[in-house]
C-alpha cells in the first residue's frame, strides 16, 4: 500500500514516503504533547482541547470538547481504515486461510489474553476494584509504533517478519474492536441502534446489487456515525462494521480492463490533434479511461489507498496530540501509587512479550504451524516485545475505562508512555542483534 521510493523525489519526500515515518511522525507529536504540559503554556494547551464545539441538525444539536470530537469523530476514520484493512486480510491477505492465519492469531490472542490476566491479577493483588476496568489497556498493540521500529532496522529484519507483526496488530485490532464493542459500551439506545441497523442492512444491499461509486458508502457511514453517537455503543464501532459492508471486489477484471485500456488508446492516437489542448474528443476517451482505471479496483482498495496518508499523517498523530500530554512530575507520582498505572505496565513490557512467545511456540509445537520464511526464534522474540508498543489504542481503551476517574487515567497514561518506549527500545536492540537466518526456510518442529 506504500508507494515505491523514487530517487528523483526530495529527500524529505522520501522520508514522508517512508514506512518510518508515521512512526516518528507519532513520537514528535506525543514528545510535543508532553513539552506542552509540562510547560508555561500548560493551561492553555488544556483549554484549547476542552474547547466545546458544537453541530447542530435541525433541533438537534451534538455539543462537545475539541478532544472528545477526536475521540468520537476523527477516530472513527481510524477504526473505519482498520475495519477495511481487516477485510482485506481476511479476504485477501494473510489472514485468508487457516495455515496463514494460524501463528499470527494465536500470538495475538497470547498478547491480549496474558496481559489482561497480568493486569487483572494486580488488580485483584492490590485490592482495588475500582481500577478494574481497565483491563482492556494493555491488550492493544500500535501497528504504526510497531511497524515504524522494524522500518527503522532496514534489512536486518527479514520481509516475513514484518508480514507477521502486520498480521498479528490486524488481528490484535479484532479483538480491541470486540472489546471495545462489549465491554466498554454505556446504556443503549436500540432505536437509535435499530435506526444503525437498518442503515448497515443499506450498504449490505447496495453491494450486493453492485454499487461500486464511493459516494453511497460515504452517505451511509455519515448517517451510521451520527445514530451511533445518539445510541450507547461508541462511535468507532460504526466505523468498523461499515468497513465490512464495502465491496472488496472491483467491477472489471484485468483482462477487460486490457482490452478497453487499448481500444481507448488507440482511439485516442487516431484523432490526435496538433493544437497544444487536448481536443473534447481526446478528453472524453480520457474520462473513460479513468472510469475504467476506477473500475478495476475495489472501493475497499481505493477507500484504503485515499485513507492511508490521512490516517498516518493527520488523524493518529492529531489523536496524540490530544492525549499524549502528561504533567510529568503530577503523573510519575500518580503511576507509582496507582495500582490500574501497575498492571498496565506490567501488562504492556511483559504480558505482551510473554503472551506472544508462548503461543507462538505453542502454535509451532501443537498445531505444526511453520515459522515465516528466514524467521528464526531470536526474530519472534524481538518481534514479540515491540508488539509491546500499545500508544494509540491503548490510550484510546484508557479515555473509555477512565473516563470518570481522572487519577487512574493519568497514572495509565504515564504507564503506557513508558511500557511502550522500554518495550520499543528492548525490541529494537534485540533484533538489530539478532543474526539472520543461513537459509531463506526455516524447520518447524522436529518430528519425533
Not at 177 to 200: H, K, N, P, R, S
Not at 316 to 345: I, K, M, W, Y
Amino acid at each position: 500500500m506504500h508507494a515505491p521510493t523514487d530517487e528523483r523525489l526530495s529527500p524529505l519526500a522520501r522520508m514522508v514516503r517512508s514506512e518510518a515515518f508515521p512512526g516518528i511522525l507519532l513520537v514528535a507529536c506525543a514528545a510535543l504533547a508532553i513539552v506542552m504540559a509540562n510547560s508555561p503554556w500548560a493551561a492553555a494547551w488544556e483549554h484549547f482541547w476542552h474547547t466545546s464545539i458544537a453541530l447542530s441538525f435541525g433541533d438537534q444539536t451534538i455539543a462537545k470538547s475539541a478532544a472528545h470530537w477526536i475521540s468520537d469523530g476523527l477516530m472513527v476514520l481510524f477504526f473505519f481504515f482498520v475495519g477495511l484493512e481487516i477485510k482485506h486480510e481476511v479476504l485477501d491477505g494473510h489472514l485468508q486461510s487457516f495455515r496463514q492465519a494460524a501463528l499470527p492469531v494465536a500470538a495475538a490472542i497470547g498478547g491480549m489474553a496474558v496481559p489482561a490476566g497480568i493486569y487483572a491479577a494486580t488488580i485483584h493483588w492490590h485490592d482495588a476494584p475500582s481500577a478494574a476496568a481497565g483491563w482492556g489497556i494493555p491488550m492493544a498493540t500500535d501497528i504504526a509504533f510497531a511497524l515504524g521500529v522494524l522500518a527503522l532496522l532496514g534489512r536486518r529484519v527479514p520481509v516475513a517478519l514484518k508480514v507477521f507483526l502486520a498480521s498479528l496488530a490486524v488481528a490484535d485490532d479484532l479483538g480491541a474492536v470486540l472489546v471495545i464493542a462489549i465491554f466498554y459500551t454505556d446504556e443503549i439506545a436500540w432505536q437509535y441502534l435499530g435506526f444503525g441497523g437498518l442503515v448497515l442492512l443499506a450498504s449490505v444491499v447496495s453491494n450486493r446489487l453492485g454499487v461500486r461509486k464511493t459516494w453511497p458508502y460515504v452517505v451511509y457511514g455519515l448517517v451510521l456515525w451520527a445514530t451511533f453517537l445518539q445510541s450507547g455503543v461508541h462511535a468507532t464501532i460504526a466505523g468498523v462494521a461499515l468497513a465490512l459492508t464495502i465491496p472488496a471486489r472491483r467491477q472489471l477484471d484485468e483482462s477487460e480492463f486490457t482490452i478497453r485500456g487499448r481500444a481507448l488508446l488507440a482511439e485516442f492516437d487516431r484523432i490526435a490533434d496538433p493544437d497544444p489542448l487536448t481536443s473534447p474528443g481526446q478528453l472524453a476517451l480520457v474520462r473513460r479511461l479513468q472510469q475504467h482505471a476506477q473500475d478495476v479496483q475495489a472501493p475497499l482498495q481505493r477507500m484504503v489507498q485515499g485513507l492511508h496518508p490521512l490516517v498516518a499523517h493527520f488523524i493518529v498523530p492529531v489523536f496524540a496530540l490530544a492525549n499524549a500530554g502528561v504533567d510529568v512530575s503530577r503523573g510519575f507520582d500518580e503511576a507509582a501509587t496507582q495500582p490500574a498505572a501497575h498492571g498496565v505496565f506490567l501488562g504492556l513490557l511483559l504480558g505482551k512479550p510473554i503472551g506472544i512467545l508462548v503461543a507462538t511456540w505453542l502454535c509451532v509445537k501443537l498445531l505444526r504451524a511453520p515459522l515465516p520464511a528466514g524467521v528464526g526464534w531470536g526474530h519472534v522474540h524481538g518481534v514479540a516485545w515491540i508488539a509491546g508498543i500499545g500508544f494509540t489504542m491503548s490510550l484510546f481503551i484508557d479515555s473509555l475505562a477512565f473516563a470518570d476517574q481522572p487519577t487512574n487515567f493519568e497514572a495509565s497514561k504515564v504507564a503506557i508512555l513508558v511500557a511502550s518506549a522500554l518495550a520499543g527500545c528492548i525490541g529494537f536492540a534485540i533484533l538489530r542483534t539478532t543474526p539472520a537466518l543461513a537459509t531463506e526456510s526455516v524447520p518447524t518442529v522436529k518430528e519425533n
